[in-house]
């Protein structure tokens, strides 16, 4: 498989529930983010990792954590999260985080729900 | 602080018509600029970028822009739309401190 890919493409989950998103880059890149979708807002940054440390946290709630074992491989840990978290969660990787000219390439995203 | 302020939500135009979808950036330092294209239940992909060089920047599918400095513009254009194109665009403006995104242009292309 190439690209990147995301698992699972849709999620409906309770507020008690913890749940976690998985991304995987087969480009052998360095760099990989997590962002928020929402509907008619920008794309927010949640999360950066650069060669598998956390180099950026845009004050995201502590409902979410991530996690990266390695330059491949990009978690989202989710618990006790609120209605207004239901988005597109979309995982994207460059080859590196600076200069930041880099072009990012985008898994499809998770669509969740949280009821 | 730098950000990007795409005019207009929802564009819709003919198929063979002129597309232009317009994007206003602020940056403080000279910036990159980037469009991406999301089609449906996909994620993001890279039309074109500007860096340094030529502002007039060439895409894939027949989409190029021109960074205008005097302007703080980065419009998106192509001259005869076809049906699928039909998806949302995204205006991104970086520099080496951070990277926004706009809110988005829906492009709806009528038969």
């Known amino acids: 498989e190439t690209g990147v890919t995301q698992t699972p493409r849709h999620l409906v989950m309770g507020m008690t529930n913890k749940k976690s998103l998985k991304c995987e880059q087969h480009?052998?890149?360095?760099?990989m983010y997590w962002y928020k979708q929402s509907a008619k807002k920008p794309l927010e940054l949640m999360f950066v990792?650069?060669?598998?440390?956390?180099?950026e946290n845009n004050s995201v709630p502590s409902r979410f954590s991530p996690e990266c074992p390695n330059s491949s491989h990009l978690f989202l840990h989710l618990h006790t999260l609120q209605p207004e978290d239901s988005a597109l969660y979309l995982c994207?990787?460059?080859?590196?985080?600076?200069?930041?000219?880099?072009?990012?390439?985008f898994g499809p995203g998770t669509r969740l729900l949280v009821l | 602080a730098q950000s990007v302020t795409q005019l207009g939500s929802h564009v819709s135009v003919s198929e063979g018509a002129l597309v232009l979808l317009r994007c206003n950036y602020s940056?403080?330092?000279?910036?990159?600029l980037f469009w991406y294209v999301q089609y449906p239940n996909q994620g993001l992909q890279l039309l074109l970028k500007?860096?340094?060089?030529?502002?007039l920047v060439k895409g894939i599918n027949g989409f190029e822009a021109e960074f205008k400095k005097s302007e703080t513009s980065f419009h998106l254009t192509k001259p005869s739309a076809h049906m699928s194109d039909a998806a949302e665009y995204f205006c991104?403006?970086?520099?080496?401190?951070?990277?926004?995104f706009g809110a988005g242009t829906r492009l709806t292309v009528k038969p």
């Open positions: 994207a990787s460059s080859q590196n985080h600076h200069p930041k000219k880099e072009t990012q390439y």
């Open positions: 480009l052998g890149h360095n760099a």
């Open positions: 990792y650069s060669l598998e440390e956390r180099v």
């Open positions: 940056s403080s330092v000279p910036p990159y």
């Open positions: 500007y860096t340094t060089g030529a502002t």
């Open positions: 991104a403006v970086s520099n080496n401190n951070d990277m926004r």
